[in-house]
């Protein structure tokens, strides 16, 4: 009777899991997507099979089967397997499962496997813990991280590991995924009469964008929610996809948010408005501040656009005094108007050129003494006052008299060379004319 009852108390806990977790592959069979990491012959299939697996780090998007494999390992090899937090594990936690492992290898000549959840969130002092255990083979280190390793990683750790980076996973992968979790009478829904939608399926698919988690989730809630007909038969349609995932998981990893950040930039500065757009709204979808973009888009209408249209300036100065006023989301349309505005405008760099080669004669020049006829002679000696009096006033002269403005040690020194671009080309030729080009 205790058996039994055992089995109906499992069943029922098997029940009440989610759908991403009893879906959850049990060996490579089964493993879906990352066929760069896992098709037949690849280093990691033959390594498991062998059960020769080295310490390695999964790094990936969530969602894509880090954790999936990193069990699958567990389940194929002979050895040991403990699992850590790096978010709620400590150095404790480390010394405990490496002394462990120790007396495991050296008593019964049994591997330790220890697979790492959020290995980026490991602190110096842990990962310092866990270094010599990785190179004395201790243990056989196995990190899951969404963050680039090589950047939120101790090197030492790193260097020791082979990284695999897992993909996204495509469309199809995931509707496969799916319908698996359809048909599985054992742990989908294959024992209930349910029916999914075509464009269902391809409504959660899409925007899932490779996270089988989320697509899992999507469906677990369509199907609990959905009332069934007279006779029991559950179909989840279109309308009850769209209501289950309403929208994309655009939240991003620190690594992606600054590749997002420096592919806003150059689209501004290689003109392509729309790529400009659709990073700048991916970056504030994702959680940015909008005010980062916009002071982003100021430093750009100076550093690229420059003197061809000055105009640019003011316009994105202009986008974000507009939405500081006016604030999220109608302060957006002055910012993207901005963006467009940058893009399009023809583009020179040559205040920036102008302003890095007086800062370098700002900081090797030692004599620059100012020419005696501008300096300020409000308090100057007479003879001081002399030579002050040599000052040709401009305006006296319809705006503009050639004379000395450099110190004598950067005398015909020229910083700003105008370009062909733009307004620029009016700049130059008014130079010309005075005799400056």
């Given at each position: 009777?205790?058996?039994?009852?055992?089995?109906?108390?499992?069943?029922?806990?098997?029940?009440?899991?989610?759908?991403?977790?009893?879906?959850?592959?049990?060996?490579?069979?089964?493993?879906?997507?990352?066929?760069?990491?896992?098709?037949?012959?690849?280093?990691?299939?033959?390594?498991?099979?062998?059960?020769?697996?080295?310490?390695?780090?999964?790094?990936?998007?969530?969602?894509?089967?880090?954790?999936?494999?990193?069990?699958?390992?567990?389940?194929s090899?002979?050895?040991?397997?403990?699992k850590?937090n790096?978010?709620?594990?400590?150095?404790?936690?480390?010394?405990?499962?490496?002394?462990?492992?120790?007396?495991?290898?050296?008593?019964?000549?049994?591997?330790?496997?220890?697979?790492l959840?959020?290995?980026?969130?490991?602190?110096?002092?842990?990962?310092?813990?866990?270094?010599?255990?990785?190179?004395?083979?201790?243990?056989?280190?196995?990190?899951?991280t969404t963050?680039?390793?090589y950047?939120?990683?101790?090197?030492?750790?790193?260097?020791?590991?082979?990284?695999?980076?897992?993909?996204?996973?495509?469309k199809?992968?995931?509707?496969?995924?799916?319908?698996?979790?359809?048909?599985?009478?054992?742990?989908?829904?294959?024992?209930?009469?349910?029916?999914v939608?075509?464009?269902?399926?391809?409504?959660?698919a899409?925007?899932?964008?490779?996270?089988?988690?989320?697509?899992?989730?999507?469906?677990?809630?369509?199907?609990?929610?959905?009332?069934?007909?007279?006779?029991?038969?559950?179909?989840?349609?279109?309308?009850?996809?769209?209501?289950?995932?309403?929208?994309?998981?655009?939240?991003?990893?620190?690594?992606?948010?600054?590749?997002m950040?420096?592919?806003?930039?150059k689209?501004?500065?290689?003109?392509?408005?729309?790529?400009?757009l659709?990073?700048?709204?991916?970056?504030?979808?994702?959680g940015c501040?909008?005010?980062?973009?916009?002071?982003?888009?100021?430093?750009?209408?100076?550093?690229?656009?420059?003197?061809?249209?000055?105009?640019?300036?003011?316009?994105?100065?202009?986008?974000?005094?507009?939405?500081?006023?006016?604030?999220?989301?109608?302060?957006?349309?002055?910012?993207?108007?901005?963006?467009?505005?940058v893009?399009e405008?023809?583009?020179?760099?040559?205040?920036i050129?102008?302003?890095?080669?007086?800062?370098?004669?700002?900081?090797?020049?030692?004599?620059?003494?100012?020419?005696?006829?501008?300096?300020?002679?409000?308090?100057?000696?007479?003879?001081?006052?002399?030579?002050?009096?040599?000052?040709?006033?401009?305006?006296?002269?319809?705006?503009?008299?050639?004379?000395?403005?450099?110190?004598?040690?950067?005398?015909?020194?020229?910083?700003?060379?105008?370009?062909?671009?733009?307004?620029?080309?009016?700049?130059?030729?008014?130079?010309?004319?005075?005799?400056?080009?």
């Amino acid at each position: 009777m205790n058996d039994l009852f055992d089995i109906l108390n499992e069943q029922s806990k098997n029940e009440q899991r989610p759908l991403a977790e009893r879906m959850r592959p049990q060996s490579l069979r089964e493993f879906l997507g990352q066929s760069h990491i896992c098709e037949e012959n690849s280093l990691l299939r033959r390594a498991i099979s062998l059960d020769k697996v080295g310490s390695c780090i999964f790094w990936g998007p969530p969602g894509t089967g880090k954790t999936t494999l990193a069990n699958i390992i567990a389940n194929s090899t002979s050895g040991n397997f403990v699992k850590l937090n790096a978010v709620s594990s400590g150095v404790a936690d480390v010394k405990k499962a490496v002394e462990q492992a120790a007396i495991d290898l050296k008593t019964f000549g049994k591997k330790t496997y220890l697979l790492l959840d959020e290995c980026h969130r490991f602190s110096k002092t842990q990962s310092d813990s866990l270094l010599p255990a990785i190179e004395q083979g201790t243990i056989i280190f196995i990190g899951s991280t969404t963050e680039n390793p090589y950047a939120s990683m101790t090197p030492a750790i790193v260097s020791r590991c082979r990284v695999f980076e897992f993909k996204r996973l495509d469309k199809e992968t995931v509707k496969k995924a799916l319908y698996k979790a359809i048909n599985d009478k054992k742990r989908g829904y294959g024992q209930l009469d349910l029916e999914v939608k075509e464009e269902a399926l391809e409504h959660i698919a899409s925007l899932s964008a490779g996270d089988l988690r989320t697509a899992y989730n999507a469906l677990e809630l369509a199907v609990l929610t959905t009332v069934g007909d007279e006779s029991g038969k559950v179909t989840v349609t279109l309308k009850d996809a769209e209501q289950s995932i309403q929208r994309k998981a655009l939240s991003y990893d620190e690594n992606s948010y600054y590749d997002m950040l420096s592919a806003f930039c150059k689209s501004l500065r290689g003109s392509d408005s729309d790529a400009a757009l659709y990073y700048a709204h991916r970056l504030i979808e994702g959680g940015c501040d909008p005010l980062l973009l916009l002071r982003r888009l100021i430093v750009h209408s100076a550093e690229d656009v420059g003197m061809a249209d000055p105009n640019a300036l003011v316009v994105a100065t202009s986008a974000l005094t507009a939405f500081l006023n006016i604030g999220y989301p109608e302060g957006l349309i002055p910012m993207s108007e901005a963006i467009v505005y940058v893009c399009e405008a023809p583009k020179s760099n040559s205040v920036i050129i102008a302003m890095n080669g007086a800062q370098s004669a700002a900081r090797s020049v030692k004599d620059d003494t100012v020419p005696p006829h501008l300096r300020n002679s409000v308090f100057a000696d007479s003879d001081a006052k002399a030579r002050s009096s040599q000052y040709k006033y401009p305006h006296e002269y319809g705006g503009y008299v050639e004379q000395q403005y450099l110190p004598d040690s950067l005398k015909g020194s020229v910083f700003y060379k105008p370009k062909d671009n733009g307004f620029e080309k009016e700049v130059k030729r008014i130079r010309r004319e005075k005799g400056k080009e």
